[in-house]
């Protein structure tokens, strides 16, 4: 069997200082509704640190149950949020990648956070339940979006080269 | 063979407005059509131990949480949200908070469970609306 990979010191610092500014972003714009810097840091943090995104956001998304209660929506914070990162793996091919680009992927993530969220309504509500509370929700999607794609297209660059900066000390 | 998918700004820029032109038709096509005018509805609450309270109103609001505002002797008291508006906690002092109480206050119309909450519910004359204590076991226990 393969033995799995061993974090060095530098890296779990690292890793935790992130989840830790991944969590206060959340929290410090938590009073706009559905603008948030998470989604592009999860970006950023995929781009840069790689695999190391997985455990920077499940760090989050536990710190997040434990301030905020573990609801359902929670539960779809697990399966949600690591769409983003499986999104850049899978479309991001270009070093550095082109802000528009990376807005564009915020952007349609920021729509459908509502769609993804709705799934777990369609497990436990039936589909009924689960399209009204999507449909419901629409106006807010549709502001995630575009608030995610104005944050990305003005902040990916410097936080790039800042974050890349970071991680070849 | 590239197993990989890259986006392209082009194709990117498509996507995100072939999802935003989705999502407002949805909408448009989905969300909760108001009537202007006066209107008369009924509105019963149900309690746990089964007793009920009547009301009564003529409004002209076009949603029914501005409906029960005009009736002094209902007091309905919750949490807002942007996104749902008022999540009901409370009436009249009965609570049904579900991380509390596991228990909730179901919004019945003509007997049928709503499609929206209570901020969201648009109402129409002569329709008769039920404030349900609904706890999580009675929910679960059924088929």
């Given at each position: 069997m393969k033995p799995l990979p061993k974090l060095t010191t530098n890296e779990l610092v690292r890793d935790a200082l992130l989840a830790a500014i991944l969590f206060v972003s959340q929290v410090s714009l938590?009073?706009?509704?559905?603008?948030?810097l998470v989604s592009l840091l999860l970006i950023l943090y995929t781009l840069v640190f790689k695999k190391h995104v997985w455990l920077i956001l499940y760090v989050f998304i536990v710190l997040e149950g434990l301030v905020y209660g573990f609801g359902l929506w929670w539960f779809s914070y697990l399966y949600v949020w690591p769409i983003l990162p499986a999104a850049v793996f899978l479309f991001i091919r270009v070093t550095p990648p082109k802000p528009f680009v990376i807005s564009i992927l915020s952007g349609i993530f920021g729509m459908l956070f509502g769609l993804f969220c709705a799934l777990s309504y369609l497990v436990l509500a039936g589909p009924g339940a689960a399209f009204i509370w999507w449909t419901a929700g629409i106006p807010f999607d549709i502001v995630h979006g575009i608030g995610n794609f104005v944050l990305s297209l003005i902040l990916f660059s410097p936080l790039y080269r800042l974050l890349t900066a970071l991680n070849r000390i | 063979m590239n197993k990989h998918i890259k986006l392209s700004p082009l194709l990117g820029g498509f996507a995100a407005i072939a999802v935003l032109t989705l999502l407002l038709v949805i909408y448009s096509l989905t969300r909760p059509v108001t009537i202007v005018g006066t209107k008369n509805i009924s509105i019963d609450v149900a309690y746990e131990d089964g007793t009920k309270e009547h009301y009564e109103t003529t409004t002209e609001a076009q949603f029914l949480l501005e409906a029960t505002e005009s009736i002094p002797d209902l007091k309905i008291e919750g949490n807002t949200s942007d996104e749902f508006g008022l999540m009901i906690t409370a009436i009249n002092g009965t609570s049904a908070d579900y991380q509390k109480d596991h228990a909730y206050w179901a919004i019945l119309l003509d007997g049928e469970p709503c499609s929206y909450g209570i901020s969201q519910q648009p109402i129409k004359d002569k329709e008769t609306y039920t404030f349900q204590y609904t706890s999580a076991k009675e929910e679960a226990a059924k088929p």
């Open positions: 938590a009073w706009i509704s559905n603008v948030e | -």
